[in-house]
């Protein structure tokens, strides 16, 4: 199979990629390992995390779309309350930790209409449920990738460029193109808060998320995962308290567990009054409407039976190992889903409900919003891929509030986007534990660290970028891997129309200039407004 792009990896990442080259006129083929292209926002069931500017700055052209086009969906064919429908913001989960918290099958529609007329016109191939095997070279060039469907089908991909999408970087393995893992040390990057010591595999931990309605008076209780004991009770070797199943986190300056969650589903709660503010969440946040993806009020009385949440909570962070890198790996795929089988277990039987009493046995599993058969997501949710070593590489120092105060974030010449978060967000580790948070400031993408430093037509196109273990906690969430997508996808255009290669791009003033002016005609946003900052 022939291509002008092959993209490896169906995420925002990869689509927006697809999106953008195709725009351009050039032929692609796609593959994506689950059913679902969307990556994080939909075959791994977690509603778009965004930023408190989101509504009016911050975000290309392209992904306003997206958003526009999932309250489309909604003002059009659902029954909305006439309170909902005119809302500006519209936010159909009513969720407090996304502007837009909508069902995953919602996004799997309007990504699939947004590609329809290049699959109908054979400008793009898509290969589902298919992955990355074998990556062949010559040199410092990329010659052709090998994919295998779930069948044991193999097509062979040859391509002028090929972008590595996937969820993990495996295109950056497989094709022996220089990249790290798991944390670096701060000999490596300089960074303040970076460790002594460097550890390929202490990587971010994994969420497998599900989603769940409650009907009261019902019993819903699944079977008790083999592994239950273990989960409830569990206590990581690198952390200093049990870390799951429990609305405690951490201890207090006294050492008693401190309460930091709570949940009570269906709360007859005003959906317009959600603030997605993270910072004004409060000391005890409800973890019902925390990812809510259906609020019930928002709709006509009789349609939805109950509000539909997504479980991404503390409680199945997977800190018990990585995803790759180790030769238990396949092990702790499967023990990240039993955690998850577990949480949900616990909370229908044992977990301490507001009453006084355990458990909600009403929680239902809804395997038709994860489009699985057992109920769970297509995929767990990554947060750290291997990151290619790159021409750049973005550290704690450029972007974070308490290094760089109101000097805002660095800015580069080469920029091809801006992103931001509420957080440099690091969750538990597989090998050190917690890390300190912090805040960056509103940042941008430069060039470099979407160009490895050897290979000449391989660009990452996800989280997969040149970041440190400490910056990839701000730059891997939606907006950003759209973003940071769009920029590979219209650079691998762009080259092929110019006749020209990445790396020329950026060292050449006047290509980068010519570049980076189609990015602004493509609506692609290079700058934050001056004197834009966040406290």
């Known amino acids: 199979m022939r291509a002008d792009v092959a993209i490896l990896g169906g995420g925002l990442g990869g689509v927006s990629a697809a999106l953008a080259a195709l725009q351009a006129g050039r032929r692609v083929v796609i593959t994506e390992s689950t059913r679902w292209l969307g990556g994080q926002l939909t075959s791994q069931l977690v509603p778009t995390d965004e930023h408190l500017f989101i509504e009016k700055d911050g975000a290309n052209r392209s992904y306003r779309t997206f958003r526009d086009g999932l309250r489309g969906i909604y003002r059009d064919r659902f029954p909305l309350t006439d309170t909902a429908r005119a809302a500006p913001h519209l936010n159909p989960g009513a969720a407090w930790v996304s502007p837009i918290s909508t069902d995953p099958r919602v996004a799997v529609a309007l990504i699939d209409e947004l590609l329809l007329p290049y699959v109908v016109s054979g400008h793009l191939t898509v290969l589902r449920e298919t992955t990355p095997e074998q990556v062949e070279s010559d040199g410092d060039r990329v010659t052709g990738v090998r994919v295998v469907s779930a069948d044991g089908t193999a097509t062979d991909i040859t391509a002028p460029y090929v972008l590595d999408a996937t969820e993990l970087g495996d295109v950056l393995a497989l094709g022996g193109v220089e990249h790290v893992s798991g944390r670096e040390s701060r000999e490596m990057t300089g960074e303040p808060s970076a460790a002594e010591t460097a550890d390929p595999t202490d990587m971010q931990c994994v969420t497998w998320c599900f989603a ?25 070797h690198q952390m200093d308290h049990k870390l799951m199943l429990g609305w405690e986190d951490g201890l207090d300056a006294e050492g008693r567990p401190r309460l930091v969650w709570r949940m009570s589903p269906n709360p007859d709660d005003d959906p317009s009054a959600v603030d997605p503010d993270h910072r004004n969440m409060g000391t005890t946040p409800d ?11 928002q709709f ?25 890198g180790v030769q238990d790996a396949a092990d702790h795929w499967r023990q990240a889903k039993e955690l998850s089988r577990s949480v949900l277990y616990w909370l229908q039987t044992e977990a301490p409900r507001p009453d006084g009493g ?13 489009g699985t058969e057992d109920g769970y997501a297509m995929h767990p949710y990554i947060r750290e891929s291997r ?22 974030a660095a800015t580069y010449p080469d920029s091809v986007g801006v992103g931001h978060y509420f957080w440099i967000d690091r969750h538990a580790s597989t090998v050190s534990g917690r890390h300190p948070g912090d805040r ?5 993408i430069p060039l470099g660290a979407l160009l490895p430093r050897r290979v000449r037509n391989l660009l990452p196109a996800a989280k997969n970028i040149g970041t440190t273990q400490i910056t990839n906690g701000c730059y891997r969430l939606h907006p950003v891997e759209w973003s940071i997508g ?32 189609l990015l602004v005609r493509r609506g692609v946003q290079l700058r934050w407004p001056a004197g834009l900052r966040w406290s």
């Open 358 to 370: 355990t458990g909600w046995p009403g929680l239902r599993l809804r395997a038709d919003v994860a």
């Open 486 to 517: 769009e920029a590979a996808g219209a650079l691998a255009a762009f080259c092929l129309d110019r006749g020209t290669e990445p790396h020329a791009v950026h060292a050449d003033t006047a290509l980068l200039d010519e570049y980076q002016a």
């Open 387 to 408: 990151r290619v070593l790159a021409k750049k590489t973005i550290t704690e120092q450029e972007v974070s509030l308490r290094i760089r105060g109101d000097r805002g």
């Open 287 to 297: 973890l019902w409407t925390y990812r809510r993806i259906a609020a019930r009020r």
């Open 440 to 444: 960056p400031q509103p940042f941008e």
């Open 300 to 324: 006509r009385p009789d349609f939805y039976r109950s509000d539909i949440t997504v479980v991404n909570w503390p409680m199945n962070d997977y800190a018990g190992g990585p995803l790759f």
């Open 212 to 236: 769940v309605d409650h009907l009261d008076g019902e019993d819903h209780t699944i079977d008790r995962p083999d592994d239950y004991a273990r989960f409830r009770d569990w206590r990581p």
